[in-house]
């Protein structure tokens, strides 16, 4: 419950939580003292220091501004990318593509394109989206739109609605 884990976290006691989707898990830990993280020191891994590598995401921990004033704790953030070779072969293939195809077959491209739209990922699709556009005008085709990458992150409903329509009443 909440009450335990700010009970743990207050005596130095790390929290650990199981998270799984499909045949990939994973154990997450937070700081403080845990038997298992005394077991498993070895295979432990700092997301802070090395990323998550989840399906061609990259997902890791930064500092988040500055340290606060008289020494505090530094806030920390989420960061989710797409990780590097995953990015380097999408510009690879983009860049492929730029001077062979019409904007329309590019802007289909660029909205086939899988992963949702973090910060980090909009930077990233920027720079090859103006890789591409450089590679079109040096052949003296016009550039693909910056709408064609569709920045705008979609909301996912993560739990359904547990209230049952009205077609599965009348059933």
Same mark, same amino acid.
């Given at each position: 419950?909440?009450?335990e884990?700010?009970?743990? *976290? !207050?005596?130095?006691?790390?929290?650990m939580h199981?998270?799984?989707?499909?045949?990939?898990f994973?154990?997450l830990?937070? #700081?403080?003292h /845990?038997?298992f @993280?005394?077991?498993e020191? $070895?295979?432990?891994?700092?997301c802070?220091?090395i990323?998550? $590598?989840? #399906?061609?995401?990259?997902?890791?921990q930064?500092?988040?501004?500055?340290?606060?004033?008289?020494?505090? #704790?530094p806030?920390?953030?989420?960061?989710?990318?797409?990780?590097?070779?995953?990015? @380097?072969?999408?510009k690879?293939y983009? =860049?492929?593509?730029?001077? /062979?195809? %019409?904007?329309? /077959?590019?802007?289909?491209d660029?909205?086939?394109?899988?992963?949702?739209?973090? %910060? &980090?990922?909009r930077?990233?699709?920027? +720079?090859? =989206?103006?890789a591409?556009?450089?590679?079109?005008a040096?052949?003296g085709?016009e550039?693909? &739109? +910056?709408s064609?990458l569709?920045?705008?992150?979609? &909301?996912?409903?993560?739990? *359904?609605?547990d !209230?049952?329509?009205?077609? #599965?009443?009348?059933?």
């Amino acid at each position: 419950s909440q009450r335990e884990r700010a009970r743990r *976290k !207050e005596r130095g006691l790390a929290n650990m939580h199981y998270v799984r989707y499909q045949a990939w898990f994973i154990l997450l830990a937070s #700081e403080g003292h /845990h038997q298992f @993280k005394q077991q498993e020191k $070895k295979q432990i891994r700092d997301c802070r220091r090395i990323p998550i $590598k989840f #399906e061609g995401y990259s997902i890791s921990q930064r500092r988040c501004g500055i340290t606060p004033r008289g020494g505090g #704790e530094p806030r920390w953030r989420s960061c989710v990318r797409i990780d590097k070779p995953t990015y @380097k072969e999408l510009k690879a293939y983009m =860049l492929g593509r730029a001077t /062979h195809r %019409s904007v329309d /077959h590019l802007r289909r491209d660029f909205a086939c394109i899988p992963y949702d739209r973090y %910060s &980090p990922i909009r930077r990233q699709l920027l +720079h090859i =989206l103006r890789a591409v556009n450089d590679a079109r005008a040096r052949v003296g085709y016009e550039p693909v &739109p +910056h709408s064609a990458l569709q920045l705008r992150r979609t &909301p996912i409903k993560v739990y *359904k609605d547990d !209230e049952p329509n009205a077609d #599965e009443l009348a059933a």
